[in-house]
């Protein structure tokens, strides 16, 4: 019993938080140490980032195990204090009031949820491409490039370009885009843009390629956030008023 009560009071308390916080303050000051002077972190965009942590030594990947572990800790810490306040304080009249600070801690967890499901499927890579080649994305995802439209000025520099792709997924119908400068291919998670390109002596382009299953949860996150500390803010102007 008394081990429950202890674990209630830590899981519970704002304390916990501001102690989760301080440490990962210190987590994050050890990467910044530890990044620079390893060549296993270069590769770190490569890969899923939990992919990439589990092929790492445990000397250099400390830290992010870490973070990971105080996060969830601090979720969890989140959860139960917005659940304990609305508990607490709903009978209050100003339930905009009571509700605000919840929705942030709302748009926080799902921000934290956001950076799971991108350490889990995300990756970044840059793949040299020509004309007709068809480029894996994922296991039953391709990316055929279909045309490649370089248009060179009179001295033979690039004016303008373009380059015609198409999304293939099994049993579904192909989707076409075309990359331009500023216009890169959104769809399903993948984000795809050309980083370079080269007309002589034969035209080809380097893309780069990023996939971020956790874009919807971070925007929705992003929008929560901002939702609930515009309302806090709006209704603090009004009662001093």
Known sequence: MKLFKL?????????TTIWLLGLLLVMFLAGAFIMPGRQEFQMIHSMPLFEWMVKQPLSITWWLWGIIAILFILSINTLLCSIESIVKKRRVTQWLLLISPQIIHLGFLFMLIAHLMSAMGGYQR??????GMVIPLAE???LRIKDIDITLDYY???NDWGVEVE???VESPAIGSVIGPNKPFVHAGFNINVRDLRPFPREIILLQINSDPGVIWALMG?????????ILIALKIKIER
Do not use: C, H, R, W
């Not at 840059?126 to 004309?131: H, K």
């Not at 992003?222 to 515009?230: D, N, P, R, V």
């Open 7 to 15: 674990i209630k009071g830590f899981l519970f308390s704002l304390k």
């Open 126 to 131: 840059l793949v040299p491409a020509v004309e």
């Open 140 to 142: 039953d995802i391709n």
């Open 156 to 158: 033979g520099y690039i």
């Open 167 to 169: 999304y293939q997924k």
């Open 222 to 230: 992003g929008i929560l956030f901002m939702t609930g500390i515009i």
